[in-house]
């Protein structure tokens, strides 16, 4: 059984910080990717940065530069650190970890989400 679990949500002033954290119960290393996504009420679930097994990064156009994801591996933990936050931002951010199987076929699981609200 795969469990992750997210903390660190709030509400917060445009411009501040946030750092959300994604405990997984098994090591991240076990995953080719780990990741965050969100969802605004009525929206569609979208991709916000990922981390791969090898370090590499990857961030959506509207959060790069101003969100940094990492990992603690000892802890099976990956972070979102979120700075300079936009009302935009508001929404339920989800914990992602990914395997790549055979024959292309992916594996996705995901946390039960914390909100972020982010007010002008």
């Known amino acids: 059984q795969v469990q992750l679990v997210e903390s660190g949500g709030g509400l917060v002033q445009a411009g501040g910080s946030l750092r959300l954290s994604c405990a997984a119960s098994?090591?991240?290393?076990?995953?080719?990717?780990m990741g965050w996504y969100r969802q605004a009420p009525g929206q569609q679930r979208e991709f916000v940065a990922d981390?791969?097994?090898?370090?590499?990064?990857n961030y959506a156009d509207s959060v790069k530069g101003r969100f940094t994801i990492s990992r603690d591996n000892a802890k099976n933990t990956v972070y979102l650190q979120m700075n300079s936050l936009k009302p935009e931002d508001t929404a339920v951010y989800y914990c992602?970890?990914?395997?790549?199987?055979?024959?292309?076929?992916?594996?996705?699981?995901w946390g039960q989400g914390t909100q972020v609200t982010v007010s002008s």
């Open positions: 981390i791969s097994s090898g370090g590499n990064r």
């Open positions: 098994r090591s991240i290393f076990s995953f080719d990717g």
């Open positions: 992602n970890a990914r395997l790549i199987r055979r024959y292309g076929l992916v594996n996705d699981y």
